[in-house]
């Protein structure tokens, strides 16, 4: 009886642990590569400010801004400033998640 108990208690917590709803999704870039600039999009379910990170490939962080995201899809520009050809990882954070991805700069 326990191990049933134990069992349906295990399936339910897992159950909510996997259904949970991401609060940012979709992360893209377009053009990728690129040469000076690049849209960077995300669907956001939740008006709020998310921290948007530029990485290169030996982990400093190399840009940082603050973006404001409303309920739905949402876009901005970047451009790549004075940042080197190469590779690097970029990711979307708020308060809930954090998703990262990575861009080539040509």
């Known amino acids: 009886m326990i191990k049933k108990l134990l069992f349906i208690l295990f399936l339910t917590v897992s159950t909510i642990g996997f259904s949970q709803e991401k609060s ?4 893209s870039t377009a053009p ?4 000076n600039n690049t849209e960077i999009t995300f669907n956001s379910s939740s008006n709020t400010y998310v921290i948007f ?3 290169n490939v030996l982990g400093k962080t190399v840009y940082k801004e603050k ?10 520009s970047f451009e790549k400033g004075n940042l080197l050809s190469g590779i690097y990882i970029y990711s979307v954070q708020d308060v809930e998640n954090i998703i990262s991805k990575r861009f080539v700069i040509k």
């Open 53 to 55: 990170t530029v990485i």
């Open 67 to 76: 973006v404001k995201a409303t309920i739905g899809h949402n876009s901005f």
């Open 32 to 35: 990728n590569p690129f040469t």
């Open 24 to 27: 940012i999704e979709k992360l």
